[in-house]
């Protein structure tokens, strides 16, 4: 699956993990176009945020849902 970044870039989704410290936190594992694998909280993944006045998704699924 791909996400477009509310500043841009497209992402990869890798998988989802559990942080070892707290396993009720949940984590998105993502890629850059670049190989940069990064990690963030599932529901900081998909909050909105405020751009340009408007509320938008942090994140937006690109990738088509399979029918």
């Known amino acids: ?25 949940t984590l998105v594992i993502y890629r850059s176009p670049e190989g940069v694998t990064w990690a963030r909280p599932r529901e900081v993944f998909f909050e909105q945020v405020m751009h340009a006045g408007k509320w938008v998704d942090r994140f937006e699924r690109i990738d088509q849902q399979p029918e």
């Open 1 to 25: 699956m791909r996400y477009r970044h509310y500043k841009g870039g497209i992402y990869e989704w890798v998988c989802e993990a559990k942080l070892e410290a707290n396993p009720t936190v």
